[in-house]
């Protein structure tokens, strides 16, 4: 009995499953869903899926949200897993809680991504915070989120205090009034890759003429999320954005924490 072993198998389209079969207690044989998460090329794990809640490809990246038997809900973009139900609360209180406390009084807030909805709830436990404004390109992904991720975002797209705003983060703050600032600005976005909706929201000339400009100039916090940043990984895309945001910003803090669902350091 027991699960049969993940099969020397070429990966399949759909989010990088593979199946295997199983014997269950009366002898029975069942199908067994797979996914393969890479770390690097030859780092690879596995989670067993239960069901597929969502799949689609909406006009800037493949979206599926799994329900896996040890990890909860899980959102995947572009094949790469972007938090899961049961350890999310990790990378989402370590992006946004050292931010807004290093502020001594924030009170108008800025999202650009995070469309579990999970980075708004944790900036929402702020009392102080008086608007949240988050900005999402991905409308399906967002409604994917809202309908099959209850336990990330909490309710939090309900708050009174939260604008939610389907556009690009950089054409919409590019559109803002001049004096529109923000005392603390949150970039959970996708890792920057080459065709990925994003790569363009990491680079010197964003960061120097979007991103200072809206913020506040007395104690002004900025945060993103940088990648995998594991003595394996850290290479991929960590190290690039911390010496690009270190040619724009005069104080530059990287830190690191342990995603068990992630096998890595971010």
């Known amino acids: 009995g027991g699960d049969a072993p993940l099969p020397?198998?070429?990966l399949q389209p759909v989010d990088a499953t593979v199946a295997t079969a199983a014997t269950t207690a009366d002898g029975t044989v069942a199908a067994l869903l797979?996914?393969?998460e890479c770390?690097?090329?030859?780092?690879?794990?596995?989670m067993r899926v239960r069901r597929v809640l969502a799949h689609t490809r909406s006009d800037?990246?493949?979206?599926?949200?799994?329900?896996?038997?040890d990890l909860g809900r899980v959102l995947v973009l572009d094949r790469k897993i972007q938090?899961?139900?049961?350890d999310e609360f990790i990378y989402h209180e370590s992006l946004v809680h050292p931010a807004l406390l290093a502020h001594p009084a924030p009170r108008r807030v800025f999202i650009a991504g995070g469309g579990e909805g999970a980075t708004l709830r944790e900036v929402l436990r702020h009392r102080g915070v008086e608007r949240v404004t988050m900005v999402d390109i991905d409308g399906p992904a967002l409604d994917a989120c809202k309908r099959h991720l209850p336990a990330h975002h909490a309710g939090a797209f309900d708050d009174a205090r939260a604008e939610l705003v389907v556009d690009d983060a950089r054409a919409?703050?590019?559109r803002q009034p001049a004096d529109v600032r923000y005392d603390v600005m949150i970039f959970d976005l996708a890792d920057p890759v080459d065709d990925g909706p994003c790569y363009l929201l990491y680079t010197t000339e964003f960061y120097r003429d979007v991103v200072l400009p809206?913020?506040?100039?007395?104690h002004g916090v900025f945060v993103t999320q940088s990648g995998p940043a594991g003595i394996l990984s850290c290479s991929q895309?960590?190290?690039a954005i911390h010496r690009t945001l270190c040619t724009t910003f005069g104080a530059v803090v990287p830190l690191t924490f342990t995603v068990p669902s992630f096998s890595d350091e971010y």
Do not use: G, I
């Open 60 to 69: 800037f990246q493949t979206v599926s949200v799994l329900d896996t038997a």
């Open 172 to 174: 919409y703050l590019e």
């Open 8 to 10: 020397r198998a070429v």
């Open 39 to 46: 770390v690097t090329h030859d780092f690879w794990y596995a």
């Open 214 to 218: 809206r913020l506040a100039p007395d």
């Open 34 to 36: 797979w996914r393969r």
């Open 237 to 239: 895309v960590f190290t």
């Open 83 to 86: 938090s899961a139900e049961v």
